[in-house]
């Protein structure tokens, strides 16, 4: 997607979100009898969650490629790669892309919506203590990161097991 940057898709899932909402508001006025409209809010929650993912791997992915050798951040510093990868680091002119190709294909199977995984993987990009940053006290740390972990945890009953209640 040209033109876009972390924050403008950030808008884009957000923006849907928030068209979800319209869309069951208008509806719920015309009461409709039979049908379920929770779908509509469900999808919002995705669409919310999402934005929080993509923004954290378009983030990281457009930071690492700025370092250089001499540069890394730390974690980035022991980013292991397939010795077979060394070729194209040898031959690319522009290393930072390299670096940024790498990490984007890490992350790709990673989901970035905890907040341990987002902080884990933002040191890639030399982001440290996003969470204290923050949130600086730590009794409302705690509580800010309670709810993102309640969001998360219902966007997964919602993606991955179909907002239905498992039979185990």
């Given at each position: 997607m040209a033109g876009h940057s972390a924050k403008t898709l950030f808008d884009k899932?957000?923006?849907?979100?928030?068209h979800c909402l319209t869309l069951y508001d208008g509806v719920?006025?015309?009461?409709?009898?039979?049908?379920d409209l929770d779908w509509i809010l469900r999808a919002a929650i995705v669409f919310v969650v999402s934005a929080v993912d993509?923004?954290?791997?378009?983030?990281?992915?457009?930071?690492?490629?700025?370092?250089?050798?001499?540069?890394?951040?730390?974690?980035?510093?022991?980013?292991?790669?397939?010795?077979?990868?060394?070729?194209?680091?040898e031959k690319a002119e522009r290393k930072g892309n390299v670096l940024r190709n790498w990490v984007?294909?890490?992350?790709?199977?990673?989901?970035?919506?905890?907040?341990?995984?987002?902080?884990?993987?933002?040191?890639?990009?030399?982001?440290?203590?996003?969470?204290?940053t923050i949130e600086p006290d730590n009794e409302s740390r705690k509580k800010l990161l309670d709810r993102f972990n309640a969001l998360i945890q219902r966007r997964n009953q919602i993606a991955h097991e179909g907002d239905r209640e498992q039979s185990r």
């Open positions: 899932n957000i923006e849907s979100a928030e719920s006025k015309l009461n409709p009898k039979g049908i993509t923004y954290f791997h378009d983030k990281i992915k457009y930071r690492v490629g700025k370092y250089s050798l001499q540069n890394l951040p730390p974690t980035l510093a022991k980013f292991e790669i397939a010795i077979s990868n060394i070729a194209s680091w984007t294909e890490y992350l790709a199977t990673k989901p970035l919506q905890s907040p341990e995984k987002i902080a884990d993987a933002l040191k890639l990009a030399a982001i440290e203590s996003l969470w204290a």
